[in-house]
């Protein structure tokens, strides 16, 4: 992790930063840490306050804290960023503390929380603490409950995190633009006691989306539904970090959705329960199994498994296209239509020109050559050849012999012999042809343009 410090001495930066903070108000905020890699950092272990298990935040990090007088200080900077998206391709967003999403806020039940925001966008922001019950000054709603954060300018917010669970962070100005741009971040409040709701993985991430043209490396703000981006934690497969668990350790992953539609997340292998919701923790008695939890726009939830099975799982949006990467979505349906002429002439024209196959989409081992910082539709190399996946996928690992803390990526799961699917070699049983069932009195007789108001 670099420090705002380290990054900002001795350059342009530091007069920038000199001019944006005044000097009374510089001396007295805390730190403001800056994250420029993409990885998924350890999780942070509390250094002072009280103890809780930490979460892992996928593809990002959690925000360190300053203690003074028993308030937990942070600082979150507002500011363009540079995010790879996955390798080969980066975005021009916005985000804080030079990663989009923001870095996860951790506090504990009861904490008395002083967050610092400065500014550093050219427009007007604030901040709105999805989720949290707080006093309504505090609410960052830019002309409802306060003015804008102006550019330059540094506004703190301060209140108790009085329930545990899983909360958002987000702009509530020019929302349209800042979301679309990535400004938003996790947030989990943990229970008083560490023994209460105690797992032994804890992760989470956001539902986010972006819509960026091939070759360019700014999101179309104005995009109401038409993204080409799914992104956990502003990542897409094979982007996304897989996550790694022991086999028997109790898992918990939390999901935010600061897109614009419904994300259905799927979990292979395991059913779960949702035990955390935008209204805290679901009783045990009132939880039903799953293995799909649909989540809705501006919902948070929390699931919880024991992960049981080891192999490597796909976890992801059931949306199909939410499993893709970069594409047109005007594309013709080809399947049973010989278009090889038409190809043929199309590529006298445009000799790199692909068109979508006449026996289905399937890409996978086909190259067609990319512009400049754009992603392949659909990708991934997997023990098996291409995943033919995008987006918001990712992978389950869940090893027997993984460590407590361990997070590495362990690679493809050996599967033993005898458990995976194969080429049936062998001889091919007899098919006995169905019989139709005798016609009888009670078989309908339907009679085509019987239907009044019907015209053939
Ligand atoms: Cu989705």
Not at 43 to 68: D, E, H
Not at 212 to 220: D, M
Not at 377 to 404: C, H, N, W, Y
Request: glycine share 10%; aromatic share 8%.
């Amino acid at each position: 992790m670099n420090s705002r410090r380290n990054f900002l001495s001795g350059s342009v930066a530091t007069m920038l930063g000199a001019a944006l903070v005044t000097k009374a108000g510089a001396a007295s905020l805390p730190e403001a840490p800056l994250q420029s890699s993409a990885a998924t950092m350890p999780p942070l272990m509390p250094p002072n306050g009280r103890p809780y298990n930490p979460v892992v935040t996928l593809n990002g990090w959690t925000l360190p804290w300053r203690m003074k007088d028993n308030v937990k200080e942070f600082h979150l900077v507002a500011e363009p960023v540079v995010r790879e998206v996955a390798p080969g391709m980066t975005a021009n967003l916005w985000g804080y503390n030079g990663q989009s999403p923001g870095p996860t806020i951790e506090v504990v039940e009861g904490d008395r929380v002083r967050i610092f925001v400065t500014n550093k966008l050219p427009e007007h922001t604030s901040i709105h603490w999805h989720g949290q019950e707080l006093p309504n000054g505090m609410d960052g709603v830019t002309g409802l409950t306060q003015p804008g954060i102006a550019p330059g300018k540094t506004f703190v917010y301060e209140f108790i995190a009085r329930r545990p669970g899983t909360f958002m962070y987000h702009p509530h100005a020019d929302e349209m633009v800042q979301m679309a741009m990535g400004m938003m971040g996790s947030w989990v409040t943990h229970p008083k006691n560490p023994a209460q709701h105690r797992v032994d993985r804890d992760f989470v991430f956001l539902l986010n989306a972006y819509d960026i043209e091939p070759g360019a490396r700014v999101p179309k703000v104005s995009t109401m539904l038409d993204f080409n981006l799914w992104t956990f934690n502003s990542r897409v497969f094979p982007g996304i970090d897989p996550l790694v668990v022991r086999q028997g350790d109790r898992v918990r992953i939390r999901a935010g959705n600061l897109t614009m539609t419904n994300h259905p997340i799927h979990v292979h292998g395991h059913s779960f329960e949702v035990t955390g919701t935008d209204g805290g923790w679901v009783p045990a008695t009132a939880r039903w199994p799953e293995v799909t939890t649909d989540i809705a726009v501006g919902q948070m939830r929390a699931i919880e498994f024991v992960a049981d099975a080891p192999g490597d799982w796909a976890l992801h949006c059931h949306k199909s296209h939410h499993t893709m990467n970069a594409m047109g979505h005007n594309v013709p349906t080809m399947i049973g239509v010989d278009h090889s002429g038409v190809a043929q002439k199309i590529n006298a024209l445009v000799p790199d020109y692909m068109v979508m196959g006449d026996k289905g989409g399937s890409m996978g081992g086909m190259q067609m050559p990319l512009p400049e910082n754009t992603l392949p539709m659909m990708s991934g190399d997997g023990p098996f050849g291409d995943i033919e996946m995008g987006g918001m996928f990712t992978v389950l690992k869940v090893r027997t012999g993984q460590a407590r803390n361990d997070y590495k990526d362990p690679g493809w799961y050996k599967h033993p012999p005898g458990t995976l699917a194969r080429e049936w070699t062998g001889p091919m049983p007899a098919a006995d042809a169905a019989k139709a069932p005798p016609a009888d009195v009670n078989t309908l007789d339907v009679k085509r343009g019987s239907m009044p108001g019907m015209h053939h």
